[in-house]
């Protein structure tokens, strides 16, 4: 039977056929949109293309160590990571955390089990902002990094994939600022490092959207210009 959940996408990057085959196709059967990768190179590709909700990661890959994976996506995103590995020592699980993984499963695990990871894994992925059921919520707004839904108050508020992400990267670290680079490197990639104006499009795209559906002006100071640097989102 086929989650009802809104479709999360999932990245999968495991080098052998049969197995991420029927890791995939479980996962689709759970309600998940899934991208497979073969190689480090094709989970490059895949990243910089989609910008995936979440990395399942094999670290036994043909063109690179999946830690070396790991440490790149973290360069640019916070991007929640589970590692899928045959490797058993403990050294390899504590390598693979400390280079940024959010959890850790070791060949043959439970596919419930693994749904089960993903959706904690997906719950604690708003940071220290979040609520206790994952949502990331500063005054009047709330964003459902499970449901990918934003609401000021009561409203639904329509974003792209890009918007949200960029409303989630701010949220998640209230009070702090969030450099144009972060933002550009979490949200858009790595190739578009130089490209700051795509930032600031965005960013009044999406205080526009907001705006739109708060009538009594809360938000309309949430998303602050630190000039020459980067943006802040107020903490109340």
Request: glycine share 8%; hydrophobic share 40%; no cysteine.
């Amino acid at each position: 039977m086929t989650s009802e959940r809104p479709k999360v996408r999932l990245l999968l990057v495991e080098d052998e056929d049969a197995a991420r085959e029927f890791v995939a196709r479980y996962l689709v059967r759970r309600g998940y949109r899934v991208d497979e990768a073969g190689t480090a190179a094709d989970a490059w590709r895949s990243w910089d293309a989609h910008r995936a909700d979440l990395i399942l990661l094999d670290l036994g890959l043909p063109d690179a160590d999946g830690v070396q994976v790991i440490r790149r996506v973290r360069a640019e995103s916070t991007t929640p990571i589970i590692v899928l590995s045959a490797r058993h020592e403990e050294r390899d699980k504590i390598a693979g955390l400390d280079a940024g993984a959010d959890d850790y499963l070791t060949k043959p695990f439970a596919t419930d089990e693994l749904d089960a990871r993903i959706r904690a894994v997906l719950r604690r992925s708003g940071g220290a902002a979040a609520e206790p059921d994952g949502r990331l919520a500063l005054g009047p707004v709330v964003l459902d990094p499970l449901a990918r839904t934003v609401h000021v108050g009561d409203e639904p508020v329509r974003l792209t994939p890009r918007e949200f992400e960029l409303l989630r990267v701010l949220l998640a670290n209230p009070g702090r600022v969030v450099t144009k680079g972060r933002l550009l490197r979490a949200v858009w990639g790595a190739a578009y490092t130089e490209e700051g104006h795509y930032v600031h499009v965005y960013v009044n795209r999406l205080r526009r959207k907001l705006a739109e559906a708060d009538p009594t002006g809360a938000t309309s100071e949430l998303i602050t210009t630190e000039p020459g640097i980067g943006y802040r989102v107020a903490t109340a």
